[in-house]
């Protein structure tokens, strides 16, 4: 088979693709031909080596992708060969085929594409335990989604808006604002526009938001805390634009929480409200109230500029990575 290899950490430009032995799947493993994946921000931070974990190499990165079963190992229950299916991985998926352990696969809907797939279990999954478990969204409640444009935030602001929340998106460029709006979003600022803060409390009548999900960082971070109404609650999710310092007086004096987001250890460590919360997503799904964007789709041998696409975070949608086989 085809996969990406990575010897070395470093940029997408360093990697190369390389005829691999297909990988057999081991007891309670599935192994997937991979029809599409999905690329991220912390796919290429894995890659360089800048995650605060580090697979051993050599590694194929990427950690979410979509595909048909193609050979299941001893003791595995609930999946044949030929079933659609799609999985996380902590990396694996830029290849054309990858093992993952039954309980990280998920069938997917006749309706549903690879390339939807691909990027639907991770982004999505983040969105739903942020603002369920974590951020306790309650229906009529008003959030504001930082990076509504990138992969989390597109799918903080369809599942809060199934949820029963009004959405504020906030986002930094014309396209990725229209696409908040497509997604569902009620509102949308322009990040970084010198009267943010002052359309933010307008559109709030003053009181401010009762949730930030925020997968951003930096200078905005501070900002939005500073917004938030009584009680609020602020979701740190990730830091593509830096760490934040935040004074701590803030949270006194809003009685507000700074609640942090996890979506890898609370799948180890609470599996079964993770599965859930995927049936959950699937439902909401199969309802028409949940629909990834895609953005652009790059062929496997064109892999580098898919990810640096990815680092950049221009796009308004997600970027995707075909196999040959997917046609």
Known sequence: MRAVVAREFGPPETFAVEQLPAPEPGAGQVRIAIRAAGVSFVDVLIASGGYQLKPKLPFTPGSEFAGVVDAVGPEVAGFTVGDRVCASAFGGALAEAAVAPQGAVTPIPDGMSFEEAAVFRVSYATAYHAL????????????????????????????????????????????????????????????????????????????????????????????????????????????????????????????????????????????RVAAANLRALFELYAQGLLRPRIAEAYPLERFAEAMDAAAKGAAAGRIVVRTASNG
């Open 132 to 271: 369920v478990q974590r951020g306790r969204v309650q229906a009529g409640e008003t959030v504001l989604v930082l990076g509504a444009g990138g992969a989390v935030g597109a799918a903080a602001v369809q599942v809060a808006k199934a949820l029963g929340a009004r959405v504020i998106a906030s986002a930094s460029s014309p396209a990725k604002r229209e696409l908040a709006c497509e997604m569902g979003a009620d509102e949308a600022l322009e990040s970084g526009a010198a009267d943010w803060r002052d359309r933010l409390k307008a559109l709030t009548d003053g009181r401010g938001v009762d949730l930030v999900v925020d997968p951003v960082g930096g200078d905005i971070t501070e900002a939005a805390f500073r917004s938030l109404a009584w009680k609020g609650r602020h979701l740190v999710i990730g830091f593509t634009a830096g760490m934040a310092r935040l004074p701590t007086n803030l949270a006194l004096l809003k009685g507000a929480e700074l609640v942090g987001v996890d979506i890898r250890q609370f799948g180890e460590r609470e599996p």
